[in-house]
C-alpha cells in the first residue's frame, strides 16, 4: 500500500502491527456488517500517520475488500494517508495532529460511562506523542473519574521523527509518571501476541488502564528495523522487493 502510493510511516505502521492485529483479531467487540453498532467498542488510532495499518486490519476483518487497499494514498481515495473516518466503515475518528485521540477518547469514555454503557474504548497513541500536553491533561482527567472502561496502549519504539524520544524530550521514567497519575500500568513486549492479549484483558477495576508496548520500530524488516529514517521514507524499487521477501520468509 504505501510502496504503490508513495506514502510514507512504514516503520510506524509495523511497529503497531501485532497490536492491531491482536485487537482486531482477539479484543474489540465489532461487526464488520454493522460498523455503527451502538454496543460496539471504539477504537481510535491517535498516531494516524499510521493509518494504513488500520484500513488493512479492517479489511482483513471484512469491513471492505482487500482489493480496495491498492486505492490507498491515490487522488480520490477515501483511504488518506492519515487515517481517516469519512467514507472508511470501522473508523471512528480523523487523526493526525497529535495529542487529540486520547483526550477524544477520553470524552468518549466519560460519555459512556454517564450514558451507563457497557462498551470499552482503547486507543493507541505514540511515544513522542506524549510530549503534548493536552495528553496529560486527559490523563488526569481519566484518572480522576476513574475511567475503567478506557485503555491506552503506547507504542513505546522510541524514536519520532527525526530523532529518538531520549534526544527529543526525555520521557522517562515513563511508568512511573503514568502510575503517579492514577492510572493502572502494565509493561509488555509489543510484538507478543500471547503478551498483548493478556494485558488487554487484565481488569483494571476502578482505574484506566495504559499498557506502555515495547516495540521496534520498521518491526520484521532488517533495514527499517530502529531507523528513523522509516519514518517518512516509502519503500521502492529493491527496497521493496528485498522488504517483502524478509516480510514472507519470516510468515513462511
Not at 488500520?54 to 482483513?60: I, R
Not at 483511504?79 to 475518528?93: I, Q, R, T
Not at 486507543?123 to 481519566?142: K, P, Q
Request: glycine share 10%; net charge negative.
Amino acid at each position: 500500500m504505501t510502496s504503490k502510493g508513495g506514502s510514507s510511516h512504514i516503520g510506524s505502521i509495523m511497529s503497531i502491527a501485532d497490536m492491531l492485529a491482536v485487537l482486531y483479531g482477539n479484543v474489540l467487540n465489532v461487526e464488520p456488517q454493522n460498523p455503527k453498532l451502538e454496543t460496539r467498542d471504539r477504537f481510535i488510532l491517535s498516531k494516524g500517520h499510521a493509518g494504513a495499518g488500520v484500513y488493512a486490519a479492517l479489511a482483513e476483518c471484512g469491513f471492505f475488500s482487500t482489493e480496495e487497499l491498492l486505492k490507498h494514498y491515490q487522488n480520490g481515495s477515501i483511504f488518506s494517508g492519515h487515517v481517516s473516518h469519512k467514507g472508511v466503515p470501522g473508523v471512528e475518528l480523523s487523526t493526525g495532529s497529535l495529542g487529540h485521540g486520547l483526550p477524544v477518547a477520553t470524552g468518549m469514555a466519560y460519555a459512556a460511562r454517564l450514558d451507563g454503557k457497557a462498551h470499552g474504548i482503547y486507543v493507541l497513541i505514540s511515544d513522542g506523542e506524549c510530549d503534548e500536553g493536552s495528553n496529560w491533561e486527559a490523563i488526569l482527567f481519566a484518572a480522576h473519574h476513574k475511567l475503567a472502561n478506557l485503555t491506552v496502549l503506547v507504542d513505546y519504539n522510541k524514536l519520532q521523527s527525526i530523532k529518538s524520544t531520549q534526544e527529543t524530550m526525555a520521557l522517562e521514567p515513563f511508568a512511573e509518571k503514568w502510575r503517579s497519575f492514577g492510572w493502572k500500568v502494565l509493561e509488555i513486549n509489543g510484538h507478543d501476541h500471547e503478551a498483548i492479549h493478556s494485558a488487554l484483558e487484565a481488569n483494571a477495576t476502578d482505574k484506566p488502564k495504559c499498557i506502555i508496548a515495547n516495540t521496534t520500530k520498521g518491526k520484521g524488516v532488517s533495514f527499517m528495523e530502529n531507523s528513523v529514517l522509516w519514518h517518512y521514507r516509502s519503500p521502492q524499487g529493491e527496497e521493496f522487493e528485498r522488504a517483502l521477501k524478509e516480510l514472507t520468509e519470516s510468515n513462511a
